[in-house]
């Protein structure tokens, strides 16, 4: 690739005069922009042909790393494959040109499967009753804390402000509680990685709204404690939380509603497949127990006989985006589900178990491993067993990118200083994992013996190593045209 003419910004490119579109002849007769509407002067806009245009964007694209280029091990965001057939059903017009605000009567077919799709879910996950309006993981956090939130207020129990989170919960957990105008009571974890029971108890009393809970856990371990935990929560009146996110691991093997959680959501955008990164597009459903369903949010799709009805109002009164959601997404994951099967949905989670443990098992010799146990689909090294070069997780991260690796999830959780998080999925071959373990051996090996090519690793990327806190403090978003005085 010539980065010389193709790797510039495309208002570099721009030659005066040049032009690569031009509007069909008006057919509707002239009309005047109103004086006060036009602009003084010309919009600053690259001029290019389109053949530069095309060469511009699809050479940045190709400088993307997706999980169709490659193996993407990244740990609690599970980079699933997403299959074309999730995005042909996604795209046909049937669909994809509804306006939202059509009558119901000319859009059963997608009323049916937003309908089917929340009853999926709820055979799935043992629940009552879901929602697919919220946007994101967070985002299904939050409503679910605004229904428990709604619950405890319809019984007339308004000292409930706290909720408990796991010290080692993902950080949107406290953040959405503290959305959610909650306070916030973090309970520790054991050595061994899971919730410490003797500390929860020193927590509960009648002001705890909720406990939430990510199983299993950000360290890849299930929680073994939750028939005492839930018993201990409900017992002093709080109900019980269940972070979804990443559901994987329990496809087919168990259910949150049979564990006694009464709230949870669901990352469509991780377990099921779809496609995510950089923002969105995500999908969070949350479902809820018997008796909890008249919290749920509205809009919702109700069944009577055989139509389907859009309800706009709900006795919560909760409101998390005036339509349904990303219904996009959800056309996606509800495809992939049909196309695995009651049958098929059941091997997801011990595949995604077997392939996360065996590149735990035949690491360990070189990679710090804090918590040996059995994992479920993804597990945390500590950074490089022998850490006397000074080699950092960091850069073994950036080294995997000269392999042709996206890095593994790093310093998360932050119970350890060295967290290198790998989730591998199960979609991934057996030759694949077994390279990727051979490569992060040889970046081991590279650590003791050349110490340096890893420390001022990538050298093989279009950028180099940046400097993340001068991005992140002074980030450059647009481009401004440095004019001349
Ligand atoms: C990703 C994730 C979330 C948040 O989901 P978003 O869609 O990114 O908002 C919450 N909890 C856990 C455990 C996650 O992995």
Redesign the pocket.
């Known amino acids: 690739m010539n980065n010389q003419l193709y790797g510039n910004l495309i208002f570099e490119l721009s030659r005066p005069g040049r032009c690569g579109y031009s509007l069909p002849k008006n057919k509707f007769g002239h009309h005047e922009v109103p004086a006060e509407m036009r602009r003084k002067a010309d919009a600053e806009l690259p001029e290019c042909d389109e053949l530069t245009v095309v060469r511009h964007y699809t050479n940045l694209s190709n400088n993307n790393f997706g999980v169709n280029n490659g193996f993407y091990p990244l740990g609690?965001?599970?980079m699933k494959y997403n299959p074309i057939i999730n995005e042909e059903i996604a795209a046909m017009p049937q669909f994809a040109a509804i306006h939202p605000l059509q009558p119901e009567d000319t859009c059963q077919g997608a009323l049916q499967v937003y309908y089917d799709m929340q009853k999926a879910l709820a055979a799935i996950t043992g629940l009552e009753e879901f929602t697919l309006n919220p946007f994101?993981?967070?985002?299904?956090?939050l409503t679910g804390l605004m229904i428990i939130r709604a619950y405890h207020q319809s019984r007339g129990d308004m000292k409930r402000t706290k909720v408990i989170v796991p010290d080692s919960?993902?950080?949107?957990?406290p953040a959405s509680a503290a959305v959610c105008g909650l306070e916030i009571i973090e309970v520790k974890s054991t050595a061994e990685g899971v919730v410490d029971v003797n500390d929860l108890r020193g927590l509960l009393d009648d002001t705890v709204a909720a406990m939430m809970m990510?199983n299993p856990n950000?360290l890849g371990l299930f929680e073994p404690e939750i028939p005492e935990i839930q018993r201990l929560v409900h017992e002093c009146g709080g109900l019980m939380y269940y972070?979804g996110?990443?559901l994987n691991p329990m496809l087919g093997v168990c259910r949150p509603g049979d564990m006694g959680f009464d709230v949870m959501?669901i990352?469509l955008?991780?377990t099921f497949s779809t496609p995510?990164g950089g923002g969105g597009p995500?999908s969070?459903p949350v479902g809820v127990r018997k008796g909890l369903e008249k919290f749920l949010p509205v809009p919702k799709v109700e069944k009577i006989g055989d139509t389907y009805h859009i309800v706009t109002n709900g006795e919560g009164n909760i409101h998390v985006g005036e339509f349904f959601g990303n219904f996009g997404v959800m056309l996606k994951a509800y495809t992939y589900i049909l196309t695995l099967g009651n049958e098929h949905i059941k091997l997801v989670g011990p595949l995604a178990t077997l392939n996360a443990n065996y590149i735990k098992e035949s690491l360990k010799d070189c990679y710090e491993l804090p918590i040996g146990s059995v994992c479920k689909h993804e597990f945390v090294f500590n950074g490089l067993k022998y850490k006397s070069t000074g080699v950092t997780t960091m850069d073994v991260a950036k080294r995997l990118l000269d392999y042709g690796y996206h890095a593994p999830t790093i310093y998360f959780p932050l119970l350890f200083h060295e967290a290198m998080m790998i989730e591998p999925t199960e979609n991934e071959s057996k030759e694949t994992i077994d390279s990727f373990i051979g490569t992060l051996r040889k970046i081991a090996e590279e650590a003791a013996s050349n110490p340096d090519v890893v420390k001022t690793a990538p050298h093989n990327t279009p950028t180099g190593r940046v400097d993340d806190v001068l991005a992140a403090k002074q980030p450059i978003l647009t481009w401004k045209q440095m004019k001349s005085i």
């Not at 919960?169 to 957990?173: D, I, L």
């Open positions: 609690s965001c599970t994101a993981g967070a985002h299904g956090e919960a993902h950080g949107t957990n990510t950000t972070d996110a990443n959501h990352n955008h991780k995510h995500g969070g």
